[in-house]
T-cell receptor
Framework: SQQGEEDPQALSIQEGENATMNCSYK?????LQWYRQNSGRGLVHLIL?????REKHSGRLRVTLDTSKKSSSLLITASRAADTASYFC???????????FGAGTILRVKS | NAGVMQNPRHLVRRRGQEARLRCSPM?????VYWYRQLPEEGLKFMVY????????ESGMPKERFSAEFPKEGPSILRIQQVVRGDSAAYFC????????????????FGPGTRLTVL
């Protein structure tokens, strides 16, 4: 399997509910980032968490990182229809220049 | 401060033609990255460049693909003799100059160029 795999592959929830997406990776990292991509558009950077951090918040987003399990989770609280998008985690390599993306989680928030 | 600019946004080529994709990084950014995204997949790293230098091209196909980031002007990803399998979205990202610890972490992405090969 690839570095930076997300699960679930697809998630459908009602507006107002929380959405949790998970990401697993294989090798050591300096940091892990989450991006959002609306259909047919570019990527929007959401949040970066460093390897020495365990949790980070940004607005309705909460990211956790467990380096012992090589996994991360992205929680979106009080979801809105506008949160409908694909969400990708990306890990850096040892030299921090190229990002390795997973296949993404497709989130659909129904209003 | 304008974000990362890519043009064209959509490009249609026939098999055997050349495709040129352009990327202008954010102002003040000296690191440029190119990624390719096939339908229903995540992005795959292709090449990392600084001004006039290719730093890491480990994700570039060995033939037909080349990239440059000249001293003046945008970064160019060139695909010669395109084939149908080259149809994809090509994204450029940029990041600021590196500090003592190496390249900064966050990469800012452009809107992408969607290449269709007929």
């Amino acid at each position: 399997s690839q570095q930076g795999e997300e699960d679930p592959q697809a998630l459908s929830i009602q507006e107002g509910e929380n959405a949790t997406m998970n990401c697993s990776y294989k090798t050591s990292i300096n940091n892990l980032q989450w991006y959002r991509q609306n259909s047919g558009r570019g990527l929007v950077h959401l949040i970066l968490i460093r390897s020495n951090e365990r949790e980070k918040h940004s607005g309705r987003l909460r990211v956790t990182l467990d380096t012992s399990k090589k996994s991360s989770s992205l929680l979106i609280t009080a979801s809105r229809a506008a949160d409908t998008a694909s969400y990708f985690c990306a890990t850096d390599g040892r030299y921090g220049n190229k990002l390795v993306f997973g296949a993404g989680t497709i989130l659909r928030v129904k209003s | 401060n304008a974000g990362v600019m890519q043009n064209p946004r959509h490009l249609v080529r026939r098999r055997g033609q050349e495709a040129r994709l352009r990327c202008s990084p954010m102002k003040g950014h000296s690191h440029v990255y190119w990624y390719r995204q096939l339908p229903e997949e995540g992005l795959k790293f292709m090449v990392y460049l600084q001004k006039e230098n290719i730093i890491d091209e480990s994700g570039m196909p060995k033939e037909r693909f080349s990239a440059e980031f000249p001293k003046e002007g945008p970064s160019i990803l060139r695909i010669q003799q395109v084939v149908r399998g080259d149809s994809a979205a090509y994204f450029c990202a940029s990041s600021p100059p590196s500090g003592l610890a190496g390249p900064t972490d966050t990469q800012y992405f452009g809107p992408g160029t969607r290449l269709t090969v007929l």
